[in-house]
């Protein structure tokens, strides 16, 4: 069985970044890191928002629909690829479990219900006024990334724990969603 590739964070980052944290608009992302359109999986964290396009997601064997609103989250070791349009618009971010983990003293990255369970399902689809809320953070996110401020690395982990809590309680309800109507294909 061939072994697939696993990819780190310094796949992605330009030279001088920060080694626990990479952002990207996802259009970018795509074009300037050609290699993630073929199955692989990631030694970090990630969470993807699609604000625009369509598509398919393959996530350790399961294919999800890919349209705007789509919040996907990975947790290390999963194995994905996909099959998007060409419209493709949004953010991505991945980070190590320390650049999360070491900031809080009470909270970690397993007590998120998308990241803790062995069989999560790994998409939340936002209605459409969510989107907007969380387009503001990811963008926020990618734009606190990309400049060189004081406090930087707090800000970033603050932003994304926001993230995180806001989707953590969407996610209760899309799981109710997926146990009556299935989202696979």
């Known amino acids: ?17 920060v080694h626990s944290f990479y952002a990207n608009e996802l259009k970018t992302h795509l074009e300037s890191h050609q290699f993630v359109n073929t199955p692989h999986k990631h030694s970090t964290f990630i969470a993807i ?12 064997f399961n294919t999800y629909e890919v349209r705007a609103g789509s919040v996907f989250l990975l947790t290390p070791g999963q194995v994905h ?14 980070h190590t479990q320390a ?10 990255l397993d007590h998120f219900p998308f990241f803790y369970l062995q069989t ?21 996110i990618f734009e606190e ?7 930087k690395y707090d800000k970033l982990v603050s932003l994304i724990d926001i993230v995180y809590i806001q989707l953590a309680r969407l996610y209760k309800e ?12």
Do not use: C
């Open 49 to 60: 928002l699609f604000t625009s396009g369509s598509g398919l997601h393959n996530i350790d």
């Open 81 to 94: 690829s996909w099959e998007l349009s060409e419209d493709v618009e949004g953010y991505v971010f991945f």
């Open 1 to 17: 069985m061939k072994q697939l590739p696993i990819y780190g964070i310094n796949a992605f980052l330009e030279p001088g970044m």
């Open 120 to 140: 999560n399902y790994p998409v939340i689809y936002l209605e459409a006024q969510e989107v907007l809320h969380f387009e503001t953070l990811f963008k926020a």
């Open 145 to 151: 990334h990309q400049g060189n401020l004081p406090y």
């Open 174 to 185: 899309e799981s109710l969603k997926v146990n009556n109507q299935h989202g696979h294909y």
């Open 99 to 108: 650049f999360y983990n070491d900031v809080y003293l009470t909270r970690k």
